[in-house]
């Protein structure tokens, strides 16, 4: 025997009947927050700060990317 049971309801309607809570206030902060954090990322890769970073001469960073390189070459020359 089968028996099938067909209920016409909103999200919400359910959510209330089976008892689950509200989340949608916190969903909303919790995608505000991640959608600031995004656009914050993306200013940090407009063309005008990645030019800025890129002219900036300082030779200790010069020399830190060469022990960089170095130490990955040296650990692929050991294996």
Do not use: Y
Request: proline share 6%; charged share 25%.
């Amino acid at each position: 025997m089968k028996i099938t049971v067909n209920i016409d309801c909103t999200p919400e309607e359910a959510r209330e009947f089976l008892g689950f809570p509200n989340i949608q206030p916190m969903q909303e902060k919790v995608m505000k927050q991640m959608e600031d954090n995004l656009l914050a990322g993306i200013a940090g890769m407009s063309p005008d700060a990645i030019l800025r970073n890129w002219m900036s001469f300082n030779p200790e960073k010069i020399g830190d990317m060469f022990k960089m390189f170095g130490g990955m070459a040296g650990g692929a020359a050991k294996k």
